[in-house]
């Protein structure tokens, strides 16, 4: 039971930590944590459906529908009708949303840049490793618990 309290504790850290690099951006700094949560997931996976920000999510269409009004009002996210089947419309960043998005990339690599020169190789490599095997359990946890 330690061990796993250690490993939610270091998460906990780095999650903490992390939106620390955010402070950089004042627009990001007055968003809802669910609103940079798919600011970041359309950012780093691209344009999505409403329906599938609900499924990763885990929440209903209707509770995704609130926010990215909210969003699109703040004007970080706009709808765009499919060109191949106009009943879908994908969610994508807005000028505004890819500059808030860009400035996190920029504010993240910085922080990356001095971590890797602060870190020898060959720890960066099991840390690496280490990343890859915790979200692959974690997708297969996520997996297990939707089927």
Do not use: C
């Not at 939610?8 to 930590?17: A, M, R, Y």
């Not at 609103?35 to 499924?55: C, R």
């Not at 970080?76 to 400035?103: E, M, P, T, W």
Request: net charge positive; aromatic share 8%.
């Amino acid at each position: 039971m330690e061990t796993v309290q250690e490993i939610l504790n270091s998460v906990f850290d780095i999650v903490l930590n992390f939106s620390k690099i955010f402070s950089f951006n004042k627009e990001a700094e007055r968003m809802r944590t669910m609103e940079l949560y798919i600011l970041m997931f359309i950012g780093l996976k691209g344009p999505t459906k409403m329906t599938d920000l609900a499924k990763v999510y885990s929440m209903t269409k209707s509770n995704i529908t609130l926010i990215i009004d909210e969003m699109e009002r703040k004007n970080l996210v706009h709808r765009k009708r499919s060109s191949s089947d106009r009943r879908i419309i994908h969610i994508h960043l807005s000028r505004k949303g890819k500059a808030v998005f860009n400035s996190f990339v920029e504010s993240f690599k910085k922080a990356m840049d001095k971590f890797i020169q602060e870190v020898p190789q060959e720890d960066l490599q099991v840390i690496s490793l280490g990343f890859e095997k915790i979200v692959s359990a974690m997708k297969q946890i996520a997996w297990d618990e939707t089927s």
